[in-house]
């Protein structure tokens, strides 16, 4: 079992940026693939980005260029770094752990308004 913390939503002006964190339990993060997701109200959850194991990553359209998301093994933690945010990057984001089984995170709300 694998618990999974956000921390670091908000409310940012857009053009703003903010930095999300995932925090995971347990002693095998290092093998987890870890991807954040997003949902927006009245639409479905999306992928927001993803990195393996290997730290290899893949990006939604919509946020390529903008986003970066990492993970640090020593610290059970993966990020996503969101620049130049948009009205429409507002949504519910959530950190995901897959390995043999799924684990979702509670999520932290982004509100990206003037």
């Known amino acids: 079992q694998v618990q999974l913390v956000e921390s670091g939503g908000g409310l940012v002006q857009p053009g703003g940026s903010l930095r999300l964190s995932c925090a995971a339990s347990?002693?095998?993060?290092?093998?987890?693939?870890m991807a954040w997701y997003r949902q927006a109200p009245g639409k479905q959850r999306e992928l927001v980005a993803s990195?393996?194991?290997?730290?290899?990553?893949n990006y939604a359209n919509s946020v390529k260029g903008r986003f970066t998301i990492s993970r640090d093994n020593a610290k059970n933690t993966v990020y996503l770094q969101m620049n130049s945010l948009k009205p429409e990057d507002t949504a519910v984001y959530y950190c995901?752990?897959?390995?043999?089984?799924?684990?979702w995170g509670q999520g932290t709300q982004v509100t990206v308004s003037s």
């Open positions: 990195i393996t194991s290997g730290s290899s990553t």
């Open positions: 995901r752990a897959t390995l043999t089984a799924d684990y």
């Open positions: 347990g002693s095998i993060f290092r093998l987890y693939a």
